[in-house]
């Protein structure tokens, strides 16, 4: 056996930054080149590579090897410990290892039930392991290998595999990610980005989540839980033009036309470079509906026949994605939301119809008696995936309607999500944007709506059951507690607004004398920017307004 020891301290990562979920607080490099399999005992990491085809004994604030020995497979991959004894999943033969640690003697022996086992765990009474081939997790007997019960992967490519004593964690080469995953059901509850291109074993240790990188050859110890709640990351600079235009093809003429533009605001994923800049050929002034959305009007006396008037607005910021990192346990009860939330939130509106048997009977079958206002939204958010399908049907119906034909647009979605949601008690509101469309050089003329849910603790989350309804775990989960740098989010409401209608982005109302038949089109335009420039003209408009 080669004898190795690795004296490189850890070099910390997040020094003088807030840490967050998924940061790396240090880092070194693994014993041999192949690493795979992890797992965590007594203090100690302990690591199998699978090209020296040996087990390695960790000091975990060093990074220095205390021990080694020969692995019983040639193709060592999965690795946990049961508090007793190591476990060892060997792809070459098919098996499983149970060895004392002590004298590095096999003792026994079981099947393996997946024909390519990447990474095992222990969760106190049985072992989970990740089937790289296909795409699944399973929990199984240590009698025998029977599997207890399966189900699929966040994504695909599953490696990695932990248990911190109530979730499992799992890392995904193909996406490049780490997931925390609900062990009862295989959802995601959050992920982040794995801390190099190929994470494979994965162990918890203290409070900490350790990786070994395949590729980098690295062993990296991860933060999983902090204080802070969401990260922002890989902003996007873009200008947009949004215009709103209104034609007239008579015979009579509109005596009067009021335009509404949605006023979008900033937020810590939003931030402007350039506020926007009102265009048209008549005056305009600021309002606000009952929701507390900021509308700019403008009125027209008259519009003749064959005529078109428009407003617009030109702007330009930055847009990056946002992720909550949200644990149900720190999620606080129902009454611990505010009553002025309550009071806003929870009332019934035409399009949610929450007194209806469809609703009140969905709610019913969804919710049962669940009383975490987190696993309460995300029962809601599983039943209707698994009960509609997108599809954009004509005009928008009510939530009831929706749910019984079984399909409907992202608006459609949005009233079922908000109509459970209020008639389980929990706040409920909806969010409209203007999306990119491919890429950062594009138009829309779509447009996207989403939900927000009141989470105690965490405040305000989104949450997209149009976006999410997909098959994967890990692509239901991205729409959860996840937003896109893709969207300039205008609109911010409970229902139907005094202005904008059921409407967002805008929405327009008019008077006629005679017979007039309408066109309304609206646009949104986008072009990317220079994202130097951007920065630098944003810190000059934080300083001066500072000054």
Not at 261 to 286: C, G, I, N, T
């Amino acid at each position: 056996m080669k004898s190795v020891f690795i004296a490189l301290f850890g070099l910390l990562l997040v020094s003088g930054t807030m840490a967050v979920t998924g940061d790396v607080e240090k880092s070194y490099p693994t014993p041999y080149s192949c690493p795979t399999g992890m797992a965590a005992g007594g203090g100690f990491l302990y690591l199998a590579d699978c090209k020296s085809d040996q087990i390695y004994k960790i000091d975990p604030a060093t990074g220095a090897v205390v021990s080694q020995f020969d692995s019983p497979g040639y193709r060592p991959q999965g690795l946990a410990f049961d508090g007793k004894h190591l476990w060892l999943a060997d792809v070459e033969n098919g098996l499983i290892y149970q060895i004392d640690p002590g004298s590095h003697v096999s003792v026994r022996t079981i099947w393996c039930p997946a024909e390519r086992p990447a990474g095992l765990a222990w969760d106190g009474e049985y072992l989970w392991l990740a089937d790289s081939q296909a795409d699944k997790l399973l929990k199984i007997s240590t009698e025998d290998g029977t599997t207890i019960k399966d189900f699929a992967s966040p994504s695909g490519n599953p490696t990695g595999l932990a248990y911190d004593g109530t979730y499992l964690w799992i890392a995904d080469r193909g996406k490049d990610q780490i997931y925390m995953v609900w062990p009862e059901t295989g959802e995601v509850i959050l992920m982040f980005d794995a801390p190099d291109k190929y994470a494979w074993g994965l162990a918890i240790l203290g409070d900490k989540l350790y990786c070994a990188d395949y590729q980098s050859d690295s062993l990296y110890a991860i933060i999983t839980d902090d204080d802070e709640i969401y990260k922002t990351k890989d902003p996007v600079y873009e200008s947009l033009e949004y215009t709103h235009q209104f034609r007239n093809y008579g015979p009579g003429t509109v005596t009067d036309l009021n335009i509404y533009l949605a006023v979008p605001e900033s937020s810590p994923r939003q931030k402007f470079v350039e506020r926007p800049v009102y265009v048209s050929s008549v005056e305009h002034d600021f309002i606000e509906d009952q929701w507390g959305q900021k509308v700019a009007r403008f009125h027209f006396d008259e519009v003749k026949s064959g005529d078109m008037v428009q407003a617009s607005y030109k702007t330009e910021v930055e847009l990056s994605e946002h992720w909550f990192f949200i644990r149900p346990e720190k999620v606080g009860s129902l009454k611990d939301i505010p009553k002025k939330i309550e009071e806003k939130y929870l009332v019934n509106d035409t399009k949610f119809a929450i007194e209806s048997e469809t609703i009140k009977n969905a709610v019913k079958k969804a919710v049962n008696d669940e009383t975490n206002p987190y696993w309460m939204m995300r029962k809601i958010f599983r039943y209707i995936i698994d009960n509609m399908y997108y599809e954009r049907v004509g005009w928008w119906n009510i939530a009831p309607t929706v749910l019984e034909r079984g399909n409907g647009s992202c608006s459609e979605y949005s009233f079922v999500f908000i109509a459970m949601c209020r008639a389980a008690g929990l706040p409920a509101r909806y969010e409209g944007s203007i999306a990119q469309r491919g890429d950062l050089a594009s138009e829309d003329e779509v447009f996207h709506r989403w939900c927000q849910v009141y989470l105690p603790n965490y405040g305000w989350v989104p949450v997209d059951p149009s976006g999410g309804d997909q098959e994967k775990p890990e692509a239901q989960a991205r729409y959860i507690g996840h937003l896109s740098n893709r969207y300039l989010v205008t609109t911010v409401g409970g229902g139907g607004s005094d202005y904008l209608g059921w409407g967002y982005n805008s929405y327009d109302s008019w008077k006629s004398a005679g017979p007039c038949k309408i066109y309304s089109e609206n646009l949104g335009e986008w072009a990317p920017t220079d994202s130097a420039q951007a920065v630098s003209r944003m810190r000059m408009g934080e300083e001066n307004k500072m000054k």
